[in-house]
């Protein structure tokens, strides 16, 4: 053999043992238990976080989540491809004949949206009524200085532009909880276009995830829609204030989201909407986040630690909603979402 | 010598050394006569079975496998489709995942003029820039010149959706489409309102995507022209243009076409860019400002999220017409290159 062939073999055997050593290093990171989620995009940066944190606590257990959508994730946790599910809007009844197994539902984290808006010359805090959303989004009033709009908002200067209303184009939670809202404010809205993931939007422009409608907003001088909030507070945007049931103007905040969640302790899968609530400091387009898991899963043993992993979140996890400007779970919503857990067999 | 002057496929003259082939595909020698039998014949048949026939056959038998098995799949998935709307999702315009009624008309509209803009404006760039490459360009500079426009095949998609969404639908809001709308808003084509987004911004990000395919391809087969026929024609007096014009055109019509086809083919079935760019609104309209959607926007938005059989079944068979388009258009080209353009080339 030449000189530079066998130099050129050993460098080949190296470059063997490298990999036989980055693959056994890789395996041995790997021998704590590693719990799978999949679903909601919305709660992706609140699991991210929350789960990161949590196997440092407990280094026998990892969860690696995949938001890849609510309909994604129910639909795999129906397969049983994943230990649990997320998403926005609880399984329905048809969902969960799919299921063929008794399902358990939790609720595990809060948002609200924000009516985002922009127009030059006029700073966050526009106000406005339920039914004027509504009216926009219907495409009935279809100009900032519209009588509406100027009779709400004596003080403001609004220009003489066209709205321009963004939505999702993409199926969401965020969706569904916006028109679950505009359903109970309008009774037009409701027998035109209903309630839905993703539904037939009589105006506007389709922007991919909450970071595209914020961009389309953001590059539309007019333009309007509704954005998670976590969102619009870590982006610095302006948003609207808005008229709820008990007449006061509220921004989306942690307090008034958290406020409208607590008139509702008994939430449950079946009867989950908070949007439209009661009370003086609820802001009225606010909704929840759920996991699902099975009764009784097949193996013991990640039922233990799929249990353990839930309640955590839904108590000690919930300190880190809010670095992340996720709302947490009310004290008697909490309460109730660890009745639910404990229900797990295994 | 007479039936010599039967042009062959070179495109000579006949008065250049080198062999040719008659109309009965027995080679001439360089004196023109013909020789005892074709090269190919001369060489003995491989006895079949041998482990490169195997490799050979069973690689192309695969992959035509691969594609029928994909036809197939997609045919069976959308049968609820099928069965539900029959031939009606076609022409039908409504989109409406709340109540589960679907129609592909807006898709296959969007698709086709996004597609159509791009290769329009793709084919004349791309080929003016092929040309001058291959003809006008001085030595030094071709090489970087092609290595640079290759370079804007290698950018990835979601890189050009963002660019598109960030600086390109800006400068169309603010200059390109209002300067269109001065001077051309007689035409229905350029009338309504201006959002930035929309048709002809999709159009022209597919265009941008597109013609790096168009020029390489353009300028190869034009520099594959011998250039013993541009000496022969330059011979004559002709200009450069001229010479272009009936010399190289000729020769590169079909491999040009063939380039525009496959250009197409991509504009066709790009995802991530156009959704970014077309607004997102299932509606046709007349003007090109407004927004559109293309059948592979709507999959990628709403697939992750369709929960119900319908639904999902209405996207894969959407799907399932994309696929038809595609394959029609090359089917179509391949029909034409061969009544066209294969009789000139003699």
Known sequence: ?346 | MAETEQRNPTGDFGFAPTSAVNADDTILNPRNEPRARPVRAILPRAPRGTGFDLCVYGATGAFVAVVVALFLELLWSSRLSIATFGFSFLWTSEWNPVTNQFGALPFIYGTIVSSGIAILLAGLVGVLAGAFLAEFCPIHFSGPLSFMIELLAAVPSVVYGLWGLFILAPLMHDYIEPFLQRYFGFLPIFSGTIYGVGMLTAGVILAIMIVPTVTAISRDVMAAIPQTQREAIWALGATRWQSFRMVVLPGARAGVFGACILALGRALGETIATTMVIGNRPAIEASLFAPGYSISSVIANEFTEATTQVYLSALIELGLLLFIISVTVNAVARVLLWTIFRPLEG
């Open chain 1, 1 to 346: 053999m030449s000189r530079s062939s066998f130099s050129h073999n050993s460098r080949k055997v190296i470059g063997l043992i490298g990999v036989v050593l980055l693959a056994t290093a890789a395996s041995v990171a790997f021998a704590s238990t590693q719990l799978t989620g999949a679903g909601s995009t919305f709660d992706y940066p609140f699991f991210s976080k929350a789960f990161y944190e949590y196997s440092q606590l407990h280094s026998d257990v990892t969860v690696n989540y995949q938001s890849i959508g609510s309909g994604g994730g129910i639909q795999q946790f129906i397969a049983q491809t994943v230990d649990f599910g997320a998403s926005d809007v609880p399984m329905d009844a048809d969902e969960l004949k799919l299921a063929k197994e008794p399902v358990l539902q939790v609720p595990v984290t809060l948002g609200g949206e924000a009516i985002g808006y922009n127009l030059p010359g006029v700073a966050k805090g526009l106000r406005m009524t339920r039914q004027l959303i509504a009216d926009i989004f219907l495409g009935k009033v279809t100009k900032w200085n519209a009588p509406e709009l100027v009779k709400l908002n004596p003080g403001v200067k609004l220009p003489d532009l066209p709205i321009t209303v963004v939505h999702r184009s993409d199926g969401s939670g965020t969706t569904y909880i916006f028109t679950d809202f505009l359903s109970h404010v309008s009774l037009e809205w409701k027998r035109k276009v209903g309630t839905g993931k993703s539904v037939q939007w009589p105006v506007g422009l389709g922007g991919k995830g909450n970071e595209g409608v914020a961009g389309q907003v953001r590059q539309s001088a007019g333009a309007i829609g509704y954005i998670e909030l976590a969102y619009v507070l870590e982006n610095e945007m302006t948003y609207a204030l808005v008229h709820n049931r008990d007449g006061k103007y509220l921004y989306p905040s942690i307090e008034t989201v958290a406020a409208a969640a607590a008139t509702k302790p008994e939430v449950s899968s079946t009867d989950f909407s908070i949007v439209d609530a009661k009370g003086g400091d609820s802001y009225p387009i606010s909704g929840y986040s759920w996991i699902m898991i099975y009764r009784k899963p097949s193996d013991p043993v990640r039922a233990q630690l799929t249990r353990a992993t839930l309640e955590w979140l839904v108590t000690k996890g919930q300190a880190v909603a809010k670095t992340v400007d996720y709302v947490p779970l009310p004290a008697n919503v909490q309460r109730n979402a660890l009745r639910i857990i404990a229900e797990i067999q295994g």
